[in-house]
Nanobody
Framework: QVQLVESGGGLVQTGGSLRLSCAAS????????MAWFRQAPGKEREFVSA????????NYADSVKGRFTVSRDNPKNTIYLQMNSLTPEDTAVYYC?????????????????WGQGTQVTVSS
């Protein structure tokens, strides 16, 4: 059974940066396509970024393109989300997720592995 644990969230001012990590345990995720989603209070969980199992292909939501960078270190069984130029609109709980079956990378319903989330708060 895979467990995903996010870390790195916190409080940051507008324009600041954070780096989120998602560490997997229980089995390797080197063959698993991974993603980051976020959920703000009162809103649906939304896609942020995805990375394929090799790390060679990444996708981003338009709202974070050019500011966020997803990466992975398969030997460390960890994925990352570098977030720069943060704004209050980025405030949310951020979740990492793993997709072991076929499905659209941006759909939360395609993912069956989820972490517990880490809070990111950006102050104005």
């Amino acid at each position: 059974q895979v467990q995903l644990v996010e870390s790195g969230g916190g409080l940051v001012q507008t324009g600041g940066s954070l780096r989120l990590s998602c560490a997997a345990s229980g089995r390797t995720i080197s063959s698993v396509d991974m993603a980051w989603f976020r959920q703000a209070p009162g809103k649906e969980r939304e896609f942020v970024s995805a990375i394929d199992s090799s790390g060679g292909s990444q996708n981003y939501a338009d709202s974070v393109k050019g500011r966020f960078t997803v990466s992975r270190d398969n030997p460390k069984n960890t994925i990352y989300l570098q977030m720069n130029s943060l704004t209050p609109e980025d405030t949310a709980v951020y979740y990492c997720a793993g997709r072991v079956a076929r499905g659209w990378y941006a759909s939360r319903y395609a993912y069956t592995l989820w972490g517990q989330g880490t809070q990111v708060t950006v102050s104005s």
